[in-house]
Nanobody
Framework: QVQLVESGGGTVQAGGSLRLSCAASGRAFSRYAMGWFRQAPGKEREFVAASSWSGGATYYVDSVLGRFTISRDNAKNTVYLQMNSLKPEDTAVYYC????????????????WGQGTQVTVSS
Protein backbone atom coordinates (compact mmCIF):
# COMPACT_ATOMS: atom_id res chain seq x y z
CA GLN A 1 0.00 0.00 0.00
CA VAL A 2 0.92 3.64 -0.30
CA GLN A 3 0.52 6.43 2.22
CA LEU A 4 -1.16 9.55 0.87
CA VAL A 5 -1.05 13.16 2.06
CA GLU A 6 -3.17 15.85 0.43
CA SER A 7 -2.40 19.57 0.38
CA GLY A 8 -3.47 22.71 -1.42
CA GLY A 9 -6.97 23.16 -0.07
CA GLY A 10 -8.27 26.53 1.05
CA THR A 11 -10.94 29.15 0.54
CA VAL A 12 -11.49 30.75 -2.83
CA GLN A 13 -14.17 32.90 -4.42
CA ALA A 14 -16.46 31.46 -7.05
CA GLY A 15 -14.74 31.48 -10.43
CA GLY A 16 -11.33 31.04 -8.87
CA SER A 17 -8.83 28.20 -9.05
CA LEU A 18 -7.00 25.85 -6.73
CA ARG A 19 -4.54 23.05 -7.30
CA LEU A 20 -4.61 20.11 -4.93
CA SER A 21 -1.59 17.87 -4.51
CA CYS A 22 -1.37 14.36 -3.17
CA ALA A 23 2.07 13.12 -2.19
CA ALA A 24 2.53 9.38 -1.96
CA SER A 25 5.09 7.42 -0.04
CA GLY A 26 5.67 3.74 -0.31
CA ARG A 27 6.67 1.48 -3.07
CA ALA A 28 5.93 1.60 -6.75
CA PHE A 29 3.74 4.70 -6.89
CA SER A 30 3.92 4.60 -10.68
CA ARG A 31 2.01 1.30 -10.66
CA TYR A 32 -1.01 2.76 -8.91
CA ALA A 33 -4.15 4.19 -10.39
CA MET A 34 -4.98 7.40 -8.53
CA GLY A 35 -8.27 9.04 -7.78
CA TRP A 36 -9.84 12.09 -6.18
CA PHE A 37 -13.09 11.97 -4.25
CA ARG A 38 -14.96 14.63 -2.31
CA GLN A 39 -17.48 14.78 0.49
CA ALA A 40 -19.68 17.78 1.04
CA PRO A 41 -21.41 18.41 4.39
CA GLY A 42 -24.35 16.08 4.83
CA LYS A 43 -23.60 14.17 1.64
CA GLU A 44 -21.93 10.92 0.74
CA ARG A 45 -18.42 10.84 -0.60
CA GLU A 46 -18.43 11.00 -4.39
CA PHE A 47 -15.99 10.27 -7.17
CA VAL A 48 -14.40 13.31 -8.83
CA ALA A 49 -11.58 12.12 -11.10
CA ALA A 50 -9.11 9.29 -11.65
CA SER A 51 -5.94 8.60 -13.57
CA SER A 52 -4.47 5.36 -14.81
CA TRP A 53 -0.98 4.44 -13.63
CA SER A 54 0.60 6.18 -16.62
CA GLY A 55 -1.74 9.15 -16.77
CA GLY A 56 -2.72 8.07 -20.24
CA ALA A 57 -6.33 7.51 -19.27
CA THR A 58 -8.33 9.91 -17.14
CA TYR A 59 -11.89 9.84 -15.89
CA TYR A 60 -14.16 12.56 -14.52
CA VAL A 61 -17.58 12.97 -13.01
CA ASP A 62 -19.77 14.96 -15.38
CA SER A 63 -20.10 17.93 -13.03
CA VAL A 64 -16.38 18.77 -13.25
CA LEU A 65 -15.73 18.03 -16.92
CA GLY A 66 -13.95 20.93 -18.57
CA ARG A 67 -13.16 22.55 -15.21
CA PHE A 68 -10.98 20.04 -13.34
CA THR A 69 -7.88 18.25 -14.59
CA ILE A 70 -6.14 15.31 -12.94
CA SER A 71 -2.46 14.80 -13.66
CA ARG A 72 0.45 12.98 -12.12
CA ASP A 73 4.21 13.19 -11.89
CA ASN A 74 5.49 9.71 -11.22
CA ALA A 75 9.03 11.01 -10.71
CA LYS A 76 7.73 13.06 -7.77
CA ASN A 77 5.24 10.48 -6.50
CA THR A 78 2.55 13.12 -6.73
CA VAL A 79 -0.89 13.43 -8.28
CA TYR A 80 -2.60 16.76 -8.81
CA LEU A 81 -6.12 18.06 -9.24
CA GLN A 82 -6.25 21.42 -10.99
CA MET A 83 -9.62 23.00 -10.28
CA ASN A 84 -10.74 25.99 -12.35
CA SER A 85 -14.00 27.94 -12.52
CA LEU A 86 -14.85 26.79 -9.02
CA LYS A 87 -18.43 26.91 -7.87
CA PRO A 88 -19.91 27.00 -4.36
CA GLU A 89 -21.20 23.45 -4.93
CA ASP A 90 -17.56 22.30 -5.22
CA THR A 91 -17.17 22.99 -1.50
CA ALA A 92 -16.14 19.72 0.16
CA VAL A 93 -13.34 17.79 1.76
CA TYR A 94 -11.27 16.35 -1.07
CA TYR A 95 -9.63 12.97 -0.67
CA CYS A 96 -6.86 11.32 -2.63
CA UNK A 97 -7.09 7.58 -3.20
CA UNK A 98 -4.95 4.87 -4.78
CA UNK A 99 -5.24 1.33 -6.00
CA UNK A 100 -3.10 -1.00 -8.08
CA UNK A 101 -5.88 -1.47 -10.60
CA UNK A 102 -8.41 1.07 -11.78
CA UNK A 103 -11.66 -0.83 -11.74
CA UNK A 104 -14.34 1.75 -11.15
CA UNK A 105 -15.56 4.89 -9.46
CA UNK A 106 -16.74 3.45 -6.17
CA UNK A 107 -14.95 3.96 -2.87
CA UNK A 108 -14.53 0.20 -2.66
CA UNK A 109 -12.40 0.28 -5.81
CA UNK A 110 -9.61 2.14 -3.99
CA UNK A 111 -7.62 0.59 -1.16
CA UNK A 112 -5.52 3.50 0.12
CA TRP A 113 -6.80 6.90 1.25
CA GLY A 114 -5.46 10.21 2.45
CA GLN A 115 -6.88 12.26 5.30
CA GLY A 116 -8.47 14.90 3.07
CA THR A 117 -8.09 18.63 2.48
CA GLN A 118 -10.88 21.19 2.79
CA VAL A 119 -11.93 23.26 -0.22
CA THR A 120 -14.38 26.09 0.37
CA VAL A 121 -15.78 28.15 -2.48
CA SER A 122 -17.57 31.34 -1.48
CA SER A 123 -20.22 32.98 -3.61
Amino acid sequence: QVQLVESGGGTVQAGGSLRLSCAASGRAFSRYAMGWFRQAPGKEREFVAASSWSGGATYYVDSVLGRFTISRDNAKNTVYLQMNSLKPEDTAVYYCAADLNYSGRDEEDFGSWGQGTQVTVSS
